[in-house]
Structures are given as C-alpha cells and as structure tokens.
Nanobody, 125 residues
Framework: QVKLEESGGGSVQTGGSLRLSCAAS????????LAWFRQNPGKEREGVGI???????ILDPSVEGRFAISQNNAKDTMLLKMNNLKPEDSAMYYC???????????????????WGRGTQVTVSS
C-alpha cells in the first residue's frame, strides 16, 4: 500500500504560479505512474497530467504550455509546476498512483489505486 500526500496549494491571482508536490510513501517499488487530477464540487474529476516511472509525461490539452510535471530521482515525489494560472484552474488537486500500465490513464480515474487527500488551488480574476 502506498500513501500519497499533496502540498503546495494556495490562492493566487490570474497569471500567477504555484508548485504542487505529491509525496509517495510506503511500498513504492512497483509504482508505474503518478498522476494529477482536479475536481470542483458537483463536477467530475478530470485528469491534469501523468508521469510514468521512466519519465514520460502526458498533460491534458487544457494545461499544455502552462503546466509541467516532473519527479525526483527516487521517483517518489512528483511536482506539478503551474504557470499562467487561470480562474478555471481553480479546483481541489489530487495525486493518484497506479501500479499497472493499463490503469495509468487520465481518462478513467476510478482505475487508479491510491489517492491523496488533495490540496486546494484558487485563482482569482
């Protein structure tokens, strides 16, 4: 079992930047991917970006060019650098972990194994 903990959320104005961190602890030896999702009340959870254990990344088109995902050498901490933030980026941001390649997708969050509690990002206009 892996435990995930997000940090780095906050409130910024439009055009501002934030850096989110997701720390994974526990048995991370079989980790295939770490991913970011976001969700607002009453709306579905949507994928933001994913990083695979070998370093490949995928970002949702809505954040491409503004967000970047990276991980540390130990591959147990994932960063989400968010630049040029917009009000529509406001949401609770969640980190998720996947241990099978077929489950590591941004489109079916219910398939991922472990989730953090989230960190709130608020962008004001």
């Amino acid at each position: 079992q892996v435990k995930l903990e997000e940090s780095g959320g906050g409130s910024v104005q439009t055009g501002g930047s934030l850096r989110l961190s997701c720390a994974a602890s526990g048995d991370t030896s079989g980790l295939i991917c770490l991913a970011w999702f976001r969700q607002n009340p009453g709306k579905e959870r949507e994928g933001v970006g994913i990083i695979y254990h070998r370093g490949a990344t995928i970002l949702d088109p809505s954040v491409e060019g503004r967000f970047a995902i990276s991980q540390n050498n130990a591959k147990d901490t994932m960063l989400l650098k968010m630049n040029n933030l917009k009000p529509e980026d406001s949401a609770m941001y969640y980190c998720a972990a996947g241990f099978e390649m077929d489950l590591c997708t941004l489109h079916r969050p219910q398939l991922l194994d472990s989730w953090g509690r989230g960190t709130q990002v608020t962008v004001s206009s």
